[in-house]
T-cell receptor
């Protein structure tokens, strides 16, 4: 089966940095996605990690350690519009090709 | 980039009626479409996977007779909630691998979601 854990909520001030951790225990693994979801809207793609290491994309970076079953999403220079839920999702192996398994999401609240 | 158009965005229906939700891939062919349900402050739960021209695959615990999925063409998948009850009230989202098939290495394109309220 799949078990994905991430914190429920994090609060940070505008301009600060926040790191959202995600740990997973899966029967198969072929990569991890991070998505941003504003309330009542569809998730939007942020990053995809399949190899160990850090992927940087503007203010957002994502890290993966396959041996530790661990990933984090780093949000720098926080802006008010970054207030949203952040979902990590694992991409299983080919026996269930294409099915993402989502964590419950971390609600990030950015305060002035 | 790839776009999935989902309609309606909001619907209110009476108990016992049926509601159809449509997802169309606008600029690519979606051989696979995933259907999710999301309750407030909870994660997306996969309900079923539809494949063009074949029967949908339902996740454990999802009633296939209640949630009818049809994927009649490469650009259209529909979810019909039959005999809706208040507990079916939820946010329903469709998603297709950005490449249209099952590979999805570069992310999935999501529809904008449908907020269903059953009264």
């Amino acid at each position: 089966g799949q078990n994905i854990d991430q914190p429920t909520e994090m609060t940070a001030t505008e301009g600060a940095i926040v790191q959202i951790n995600c740990t997973y225990q899966t029967s198969g693994f072929n990569g991890l996605f991070w998505y941003q979801q504003h309330a009542g809207e569809a998730p939007t793609f942020l990053s995809y990690n399949v190899l160990d290491g850090l992927e940087e994309k503007g203010r957002f970076s994502s890290f993966l350690s396959r041996s530790k079953g661990y990933s984090y999403l780093l949000l720098k220079e926080l802006q008010m519009k970054d207030s949203a839920s952040y979902l990590c999702a694992t991409y299983p192996t080919t026996d269930s090709w294409g099915k993402l398994q989502f964590g419950a999401g971390t609600q990030v609240v950015v305060t002035p | 980039g790839a776009v999935v158009s989902q309609h309606p965005s909001r619907v209110i229906c009476k108990s016992g009626t049926s509601v159809k939700i449509e997802c169309r891939s606008l600029d690519f062919q979606a051989t696979t479409m995933f259907w999710y349900r999301q309750f407030p402050k909870q994660s997306l739960m996969l309900m079923a996977t539809s494949n063009e021209g074949s029967k949908a695959t339902y996740e454990q615990g999802v009633e296939k007779d209640k949630f009818l999925i049809n994927h009649a063409s490469l650009t259209l998948s529909t979810l019909t909630v039959t005999s809706a009850h208040p507990e079916d009230s939820s946010f329903y989202i469709c998603s297709a691998p950005a490449g249209g098939g099952g590979e999805g290495y570069y992310g999935y394109t999501f529809g904008s979601g449908t907020r269903l309220t059953v009264v």
